[in-house]
């Protein structure tokens, strides 16, 4: 039996790095030119949970960018560990031309995390142009950026330097975050001095408090130089997965690592009965040591939330029944549904090779149910190699190869479903397997009601043990959107299964 996944710490990483490393504030001319003319470059260990996993690189040297000289950015993350036994190595890297007001012009970031994907982009006049390729299949999308966007790989430093953020003192403004292609909101603080020790001397820096208006808010902390030369230290508290960058030298930087299984650090040990395996009906009683459960957990036609508390209820789930000849015929064509026809990144349903192994699989059935069972079936059968991946590979990816976990299940499902006319969408959360709730991914199709699949554990229709804390909704071209809600209960939450 295979221990199903989803993979947030990756993304928590992503983030992480993406807030280490913000830019805060414009750059005044004579900071800009100083700058061009003394390249900076420094190393970090990199920790989660209070072990190291890797390292970040930073280089910020001058450099031409269609005639005009800029600031050429570049940071290199690398990290390894374990996950349920096997080892992961994720290599980030991100490249970026700013000018001398901090507006990134030109990036491109690259990450072997979720297959083989790399982001390019340009920003023209508050556009930015994004394509996006992942394993050899490219898109493109434009996205509008507010006039005071800055880098998101410098700029605390230029803000610091030229005074512009005083003790006390609360900024504004936004940033393109390359994880999720889209500006967000950031605010800063400095909340003061402090002393504090590197490499057997003291150093007086600034504390600066940087929040990401994203998944109910990211706050970082930042030990900085008053020169805003240094970064000597950043923190990032992710629901009890401490994320820790320190400054170090190169040697120390590609030393050696910690171990760490991060799957068995991040997953949930129910208490009360045991969940019998396949499960029809499931109650538990659920809490949060902070947040809103009711929007954490998801209420829908099969699961629902009693509330106890704003943090605690009961949850119920009771997997519905179908009758295959109550379910409508191939393809379904209502409007609503289109949305969940389409293509995306890393789900390509229009894609030819696609289209042909679905009618393959199919041979002719027209039946919504019985087709999505087949789909099903065929998808547990034919990835073979159930090895957990590092994040996200494509459907098209996982067709050809024949491997992957949930994730490479449920997108390749989804595609085949859809290139037939079978609406498909994602689910996120949790699912018990062997001896405790792992995060994990699956599909759901309408067949004349929405009825969750699961691929990976060859369950036609989800078993009872599966909690959705996100999904439903058309994916975007990253799928980060999906690790919103484990955010919120990384750590957190507490389930004590009655029946």
């Given amino acids: ?81 374990k996950a349920l036994g096997k080892d992961t190595h994720i290599e980030i890297t991100r490249v970026e031309y700013t000018d001398s007001d901090s507006m990134p012009r030109h990036f491109r970031s690259t990450s072997n995390a979720t297959g083989l994907k790399q982001v390019e982009g340009e920003i023209v006049e508050n556009v930015a142009y994004i394509k996006t390729t992942l394993n050899g299949e490219t ?208 789900i390509q349903s229009s894609h030819p090779a696609i289209l042909a192994k679905a009618t393959e699989i199919l041979a002719g059935e027209i039946n919504s149910f019985r087709a999505a069972e087949k789909l099903c079936r065929w998808v547990y059968t034919a990835i073979h190699d159930k090895k957990i991946s590092g994040g996200f590979d494509s459907s098209l990816t996982a067709l050809e190869s024949g491997t992957g976990d949930c994730t490479e299940h449920t997108v390749l499902f989804i595609a085949l479903a859809r290139s037939v006319g079978i609406p498909a969408r994602i689910c996120s959360g949790l699912v018990f397997s062997r001896n405790a709730f792992y995060y994990h991914f699956w599909p759901e199709v309408y067949v004349g009601k929405w009825l969750q699949m699961d691929a990976t554990h060859n369950q036609v229709i989800a078993d009872a043990t599966h909690i959705q804390l996100g999904g439903s909704a058309f994916e975007s071209d990253t799928l980060i959107e999906f690790t919103t809600d484990v955010f919120r209960t990384l750590n957190q939450l507490e389930i004590v299964v009655i029946e």
């Fill in 139 to 346: 898109t493109a999308s434009e996205i509008l950026v507010p006039s005071d966007t800055i880098s998101e790989l410098m700029g605390v430093h230029s803000l610091v330097a030229q005074g512009h953020l005083k003790i006390g003192d609360k900024k504004t403004l936004h940033m393109l975050s390359y994880d999720f292609l889209h500006p967000i909101k950031v605010e800063l603080r400095l909340l003061g001095e402090e002393t504090l020790t590197y490499q057997s001397g003291e150093k007086q820096v600034y504390l600066i408090e940087q929040t990401l208006d994203m998944m109910d808010g990211i706050t970082t902390r930042m030990w900085i130089s008053p020169d805003g030369e240094v970064t000597y230290r950043t923190e990032t508290p992710l629901m009890g997965l401490s994320l820790i960058s320190t400054k170090t030298d190169k040697e120390s930087a590609l030393g050696g690592i910690g171990e760490l299984d991060i799957f068995l650090r991040t997953r949930i040990i129910s208490t009360g009965k045991p969940p019998a395996p396949n499960a029809a009906h499931l109650v538990a009683a659920v809490k949060l040591t902070q947040g809103n459960i009711a929007k954490t957990i998801m209420s829908n036609s099969q699961q629902k939330l009693e509330l106890n508390s704003e943090q605690s209820g009961i949850l119920s789930i009771q997997i519905p029944t179908v009758d295959a000849k109550n379910c409508p015929n191939l393809p379904i064509q209502d409007a609503a549904f289109q949305p969940f026809l389409s293509s995306s990144a890393y």
């Fill in 1 to 81: 039996m295979i221990l199903a996944r989803f993979c947030p710490p990756l993304y928590l990483i992503s983030v992480f790095v993406a807030a280490t490393f913000c830019a805060a504030d414009k750059i005044e001319q004579d900071a800009f030119e100083n700058m061009l003319q003394h390249p900076q470059e420094s190393w970090h260990n990199l920790s989660l949970m209070n072990t190291k996993i890797g390292y970040i690189h930073t280089y910020v040297e001058k450099a031409d960018y269609q005639g005009e000289m800029m600031l050429r950015n570049r940071t290199d993350v690398v990290m390894s560990f």
